[in-house]
T-cell receptor, first 122, second 116 residues
Framework: GAGVSQSPRYKVTKRGQDVALRCDPI?????LYWYRQALGQGPEFLTY????????KSGLPNDRFSAERPEGSISTLTIQRTEQRDSAMYRC????????????????????FGPGTRLLVL | AQTVTQSQPEMSVQEAETVTLSCTYD???????LFWYKQPPSRQMILVIR??????QNATENRFSVNFQKAAKSFSLKISDSQLGDAAMYFC?????????????FGTGTRLTIIP
């Protein structure tokens, strides 16, 4: 595909509602990452997948946040019972994962980011 | 835990001049990657340049180059011949090189203004 896509681009919801944010990675990318970016800050890691396996969810702030990638492609980040402090830009990134460089060594590929979903919880 | 520090919240430069953005990081690891990402007003995140810690040669991409000082844990970005399109937030980021530990740790960013 042309790049990482995310939907919706903007989401306004009321406190207490559940939201689902979708990420469609670049075709062929096996690794997928979720980050959250507050205004004026750098992105903060939430979780990531290799294929369909969730490898690290240490950045998820609490059990209201969950993510899945059931077929190893599209991923959904779900926030249950949203709170105003959840308002932020949610970014998805994808990469080829681990490849072999010219010297035969392992090389972690670069993460490419999507446009983000701006979430506002009222 | 690894941390990334960008001590310049804002920088400005005259068009066509050169500017250097600073980044320092803290890690006890010896093998890692460093990145500079650009975030223009559209709020996209665009990779500018990447450096592998095991490489002694500084990375360059056209007008963009880095000064990587591993012992000092410093990774500055130099932009030559600044253009109006370079105006953006610039984020420095760090990542371990081992598979399975791939999260990016970002600094707080430097806002770069280009003066026509």
């Amino acid at each position: 595909g042309a790049g990482v896509s995310q939907s919706p681009r903007y989401k306004v919801t009321k406190r207490g509602q559940d939201v689902a944010l979708r990420c469609d990675p670049i075709s062929g990318h096996v690794s997928l990452y979720w980050y959250r970016q507050a205004l004026g800050q750098g992105p903060e890691f939430l979780t990531y997948f290799n294929y369909e396996a969730q490898q690290d969810k240490s950045g998820l702030p609490n059990d209201r946040f969950s993510a899945e990638r059931p077929e190893g492609s599209i991923s959904t980040l779900t926030i249950q019972r949203t709170e105003q402090r959840d308002s932020a830009m949610y970014r998805c990134a994808s990469s080829l994962g681990l490849t072999v460089d010219w010297a035969g060594g392992g090389l972690l590929e670069t993460q490419y980011f999507g446009p983000g979903t701006r979430l506002l919880v009222l | 835990a690894q941390t990334v520090t960008q001590s310049q919240p804002e920088m400005s430069v005259q068009e066509a001049e050169t500017v250097t953005l600073s980044c320092t990081y803290d890690t006890s690891e010896s093998d890692y990657y460093l990145f500079w990402y650009k975030q223009p007003p559209s709020r996209q995140m665009i990779l500018v340049i990447r450096q592998e810690a095991y490489k002694q040669q500084n990375a360059t991409e056209n007008r963009f180059s880095v000064n990587f000082q591993k012992a000092a844990k410093s990774f500055s970005l130099k932009i030559s011949d600044s253009q109006l399109g370079d105006a953006a937030m610039y984020f420095c980021a760090y990542r371990l090189s081992n598979f399975g530990n791939e999260k990016l740790t970002f600094g707080t960013g430097t806002r770069l203004t280009i003066i026509p």
